[in-house]
């Protein structure tokens, strides 16, 4: 079971951004959102698809269908430069994917 | 306020053994299980398996079975994984983290975070 995220996406500051994680269960199962930032720990940014924990911006939404969940982040700003994981429960195991570094342009 | 605090930075020599800690508070640490991930340099995160603190469970993934173990220790809400036989391979920094749901299916997500603890592999 894998998920499939593009290495690298790029935004310009204030407009939106869409990163992508797909795979053969996306659709079957929850998929989790995680922000990285160097030197710190990953941050939960969205769970079940597209809920958002306490204390996550509004511009952070997620979505789920049709086997490719999305992360989305509207008016993306100079802050949101990070890498970012979607993340699932597989048969057994817990699976990450493979990351994808936005950068804000 | 809930936290996972973890040990300290580690340095090891190959074929050496590495214990690393993360101690719950602010919540009742047998209600919830904990996940180990890890973070190799240049890499993404890596999961490594889930430990259930009240009972003592684990499950350690394929990639890791043999050469680590997980514990708790109720008494002291900490929770251990130790690795055998380390190799370049596995300088990485080490995270616990929390289900935030109780159970290991992570359907909401992993939500409290240790800080991480940085192992390092070098002869």
């Known amino acids: 079971y894998e998920l499939i995220q593009p290495p690298s996406v790029s935004v310009s500051s204030g407009q939106t951004a869409s990163i992508t994680c797909s795979g053969d269960r996306v659709g079957n199962t929850y998929v989790n959102w995680y922000q990285l930032k160097a030197g710190q720990s990953p941050l939960l940014l969205m769970y079940r698809d597209r809920r958002r924990p306490s204390g996550i911006p509004e511009r952070f939404s997620g979505s789920n269908s049709r086997g490719t969940a999305t992360l989305t982040i509207s008016g993306t700003q100079p802050i949101d430069e990070a890498d970012y994981y979607c993340q699932a429960w597989g048969s057994r195991t817990v699976i990450f994917g493979g990351g994808t570094r936005l950068t804000v342009l | 306020q809930v936290y996972l605090v973890q040990s300290g930075p580690e340095l090891k020599k190959p074929g050496a053994s590495v214990k690393v800690s993360c101690q719950a508070s602010?919540?009742?640490?047998?209600?919830?299980?904990i996940h180990w991930v890890r973070q190799a340099p240049g890499h993404g995160l890596e999961w490594m398996g889930w430990?259930?603190?009240?009972?003592?469970?684990?499950y350690i993934t394929q990639d890791f079975q043999g050469r680590v173990t997980m514990r708790s220790d109720t008494s002291l809400s900490s929770l251990y994984l130790e690795m055998d036989s380390l190799t370049s391979a596995d300088s990485a920094t080490y995270f616990c983290?929390?289900?935030?749901?109780?159970?290991?299916?992570?359907?909401?997500?992993?939500?409290?975070w240790g800080q991480g603890t940085t192992v390092i592999i070098s002869s």
């Open positions: 602010g919540y009742t640490f047998i209600n919830f299980f």
């Open positions: 430990m259930d603190p009240k009972s003592g469970d684990t």
């Open positions: 983290a929390r289900d935030a749901e109780g159970r290991k299916y992570t359907l909401d997500g992993m939500d409290v």
